[in-house]
């Protein structure tokens, strides 16, 4: 089955407390990213990626950190988590193709993205 | 800047009427539309995305959405509501070719179909 899984599902920490939320695809998707969900904010990008080794920040990239050494793997880091980093967050996949109408120099296609079951994230 | 208003917090509809959510999008040049769904802890799931052609998109679960290129709107709509339709439902865009490549998310809409 075509999935996006995050780990863990819930989780609450202290602040400063070093936590890794993982996410993994099994599609082969070049494109992944991570959004944070808050209430009346809808979803904000905090950081994506084009391929292994390619990253770049989102809208709100401040106090996260990600890698992506494998094609599957997207982990979320934060080093020093703080209150105004509870949120509920998610992992999403896409698959990379040549844009419609052919006159970015990217060739991208932005394809419907494919999320993770979500992150509830507590930090007190 | 490219930006999405969802000017509705919340929909109610009555199960087997028409639901229309309403979606207006600013984006520099074409724009590339699409319509999310969140169920109750769960992630968002595809429903459909105009890229370009016709302005009637359908989707999944009987959902259709219609690109108005002039009033820069997208909203989502289906002919006859059913309460497992109840959901958050999100709209996003982002610039068809160059311009930024980070999606831009509506704050969501809640739909309620009462039975």
């Known amino acids: 089955e075509a999935q996006v899984t995050q780990n863990p599902r819930y989780l609450i920490t202290v602040t400063g407390k070093k936590l890794t939320v993982t996410c993994s695809q099994n599609?082969?998707?070049?494109?992944m990213s991570w959004y944070r969900q808050d209430p009346g904010l809808g979803l904000r990008q905090i950081y994506y990626?084009?391929?292994?080794?390619?990253?770049d920040k989102g809208d709100v990239p401040e106090g996260y950190k990600v890698s992506r050494k494998e094609k599957r793997n997207f982990p979320l880091i934060l080093e020093s988590p703080s209150p105004n980093q509870t949120s509920l967050y998610f992992c999403?996949?896409?698959?990379?193709?040549?844009?419609?109408?052919?006159?970015?120099?990217?060739?991208?296609?932005?394809?419907?993205?494919?999320f993770g079951p979500g992150t509830r994230l507590t930090v007190l | 800047a490219q930006s999405v208003a969802q000017p509705e917090d919340q929909v109610n509809v009555a199960e087997g009427n028409p639901l229309t959510v309403k979606c207006t999008y600013s984006?520099?040049?074409?724009?590339?539309l699409f319509w999310y769904v969140q169920y109750p802890n769960r992630g968002l799931q595809f429903l459909l995305k105009?890229?370009?052609?016709?302005?009637l998109v359908k989707g999944s679960y009987g959902f259709e959405a219609e690109f108005n290129k002039s009033q820069t709107s997208f909203h989502l709509k289906k002919p006859s509501a059913l309460v497992s339709d109840s959901a958050l439902y999100f709209c996003?865009?982002?610039?068809?070719?160059?311009?930024?490549?980070?999606?831009?998310f509506g704050r969501g809409t809640s739909l309620i179909v009462h039975p």
């Open positions: 999403a996949s896409s698959s990379l193709g040549i844009s419609p109408d052919g006159t970015s120099g990217w060739l991208l296609s932005y394809n419907e993205q494919f």
């Open positions: 599609m082969n998707h070049e494109y």
């Open positions: 990626s084009m391929n292994v080794e390619v990253t």
């Open positions: 984006v520099s040049g074409n724009p590339y």
């Open positions: 105009y890229i370009t052609g016709d302005n």
């Open positions: 996003a865009v982002r610039p068809l070719a160059g311009g930024s490549y980070i999606p831009t």
